[in-house]
């Protein structure tokens, strides 16, 4: 699938990244960088990598992918450090779970050639020695394009989600900042929150002790690693603070209920999250029947991030993507196959209604 991958981070997620690409045979060659030189021999020894390299110009000379799985905090200036040595045909995409701000900033120094990512995987374990070939099998791996991000560089990207077991979905930039605030970050604040009360208790010894499954639950994620999170948290500093606002004034309805003896309103409340809880993990997964999607489109900026982030809005499971352009120059087809007949048919709708002759039909 691909030549040359070469991944800039070899931790968790870039160890993961690594030997999910090897155990698929998806990778003729996978070129580890870690500013850790332990990091590399660790991943030689295992496997992970077929090379390593001794700076991110040297790993990312004649690749044709690279993932940067650095803290967020360093991606663009990683960007910025292979601009010189990046072949033009080579597709970048990231792993950081904060996309607005570091998308227009590597799109700036990249261009076309960046499109965003963000695996929803991972474990409160950090390094490469927890590395998992199998962290994404099953996982939402979520792609952000926008108008400027070529459809070979979304392809790309959606190909290795694809190799890793993931299933990609794109969705623009501010609305994955919008939605990880509350899926990912306000949880792991909160978790925090939860353990701090219970050991600041004058009876924390006997507390903790009689512990049992629902704290660990909850807690499970308070033990990740301290700096990768205030990283993380500060990268997406506004869409948490408006959802820690927004759970804030659902605790204090909660107390308010339980002050004033309102057990019925008490009950409705809990009676809601647990119907939403059950609705949210139920749901039917998208391995479903590939549907075709084809329509003329003007080669503008814009058309793909329109389209991309229609499919987003609906959760339409995008699994291949391409724009097949016109040898007159101006116009294209642009060609999707799209993860079931019902979120394909809901797609064809609202693109219809944007304007595009949509076609249907099955993949090639």
Same mark, same amino acid.
């Given at each position: ?188 604040? =909160?978790?925090? $929150?939860?353990?701090? @009360?219970?050991?600041? *208790? !004058?009876?924390?010894? #006997? /507390?903790?002790?009689?512990a049992a499954g629902g704290f660990r639950d909850v807690t ?116 999707? =196959?799209?993860? $079931?007949?019902?979120? @394909?048919?809901?797609? *064809? !709708?609202?693109?219809? #209604? /944007? ?10």
């Amino acid at each position: 699938m691909f030549g040359r991958v070469a991944v800039v981070g070899t931790g968790l997620i870039g160890g993961s990244i690594c030997l999910g690409l090897r155990a698929s045979s998806s990778a003729r060659e996978v070129i580890g960088f870690d500013l850790d030189p332990r990091v590399g021999e660790t991943g030689l020894s295992c496997g992970a990598f077929t090379a390593t390299a001794g700076s991110v110009a040297e790993a990312v000379g004649g690749a044709d992918l690279v993932v940067i799985a650095t803290p967020v905090d360093a991606t663009a200036e990683i960007c910025s450090q292979m601009v010189a040595s990046l072949p033009e045909r080579a597709v970048v995409t990231d792993v950081g779970s904060a996309k607005q701000a570091v998308v227009a900033e590597c799109e700036a120094l990249l261009g076309d050639r960046f499109v965003g990512g963000h695996p929803m995987a991972g474990s409160e374990r950090h390094g490469i020695a927890a590395a998992d070939p199998e962290l994404f099998q099953d996982a939402w791996w979520i792609l952000t394009p926008t108008a400027t991000t070529r459809s070979s560089a979304y392809r790309a990207a959606s190909a290795l989600a694809t190799a890793l077991g993931a299933r990609p979905i794109a969705v623009e930039p501010g609305g994955h900042d919008r939605l990880l605030a509350r899926l990912s970050h306000l949880p792991q604040v =909160v978790a925090s $929150g939860i353990v701090a @009360a219970a050991v600041g *208790a !004058e009876d924390r010894a #006997s /507390l903790l002790g009689l512990a049992a499954g629902g704290f660990r639950d909850v807690t499970r994620i308070a033990a990740s690693e301290p700096g990768l999170w205030v990283t993380i948290l500060r990268a997406n500093r506004e869409a948490v603070l408006d959802a820690l606002d927004e759970f804030s004034d659902r605790l204090s309805d909660v107390a308010g209920a339980l002050r004033e003896e309102r057990w019925e309103e008490l009950e409705a409340f809990l009676a809601h999250a647990r119907s939403a809880r059950i609705e949210l993990f139920a749901k039917p997964q998208m391995h479903d029947v590939p549907v075709a999607l084809s329509m003329p489109v003007l080669d503008r900026p814009g058309v793909l991030a329109e389209v991309t982030t229609a499919a987003g809005a609906l959760g339409a499971n995008i699994e291949d993507l391409r724009i097949v352009h016109s040898t007159e120059g101006g116009r294209g087809r642009l060609e999707l =196959v799209v993860a $079931g007949e019902r979120p @394909a048919e809901e797609l *064809a !709708e609202r693109l219809q #209604s /944007l304007g595009y002759r949509v076609a249907r039909g099955r993949p090639d």
